[in-house]
Nanobody, 121 residues
Framework: QVQLVESGGGLVQAGGSLRLSCAAS????????MGWFRQAPGKEREFVAG????????YADSVKGQFTISRDNAAKNTVYLQMNSLKPEDTAVYSC??????????????WGQGTQVTVSS
């Protein structure tokens, strides 16, 4: 089993930055594909960014050049999402997920509870 806990969300003004963290316990993340998703009020959950076990990264077109996903497979067993130049439309609950079959499989086996990100104009 893998337990995922997100942190780092909050309220930020437009143009600001936040770094989200997703800490894993139960198993080491190094062999998992990891992803970040978001769900805004009244909208479906959408893929934001993913990172493979060997560091390949994938981004939704809407966040390319704005968000950066990274991972620390060693001591911290954590995945990060650096979000810059935030806009009000980035407001959502952000969740991380882990995949046994890799990011490109689009199959996600474990989910965190999510962290709220609110961007004020």
């Amino acid at each position: 089993q893998v337990q995922l806990v997100e942190s780092g969300g909050g309220l930020v003004q437009a143009g600001g930055s936040l770094r989200l963290s997703c800490a894993a316990s139960g198993r080491i993340l190094s062999s998992y594909g990891m992803g970040w998703f978001r769900q805004a009020p009244g909208k479906e959950r959408e893929f934001v960014a993913g990172i493979s076990w060997n560091g390949l990264t994938y981004y939704a077109d809407s966040v390319k050049g704005q968000f950066t996903i990274s991972r620390d497979n060693a001591a911290k067993n954590t995945v990060y999402l650096q979000m810059n130049s935030l806009k009000p439309e980035d407001t959502a609950v952000y969740s991380c997920a882990a995949s046994l079959t890799g990011v490109v499989s689009h199959r996600w086996d474990y989910w965190g509870q999510g962290t709220q990100v609110t961007v004020s104009s």
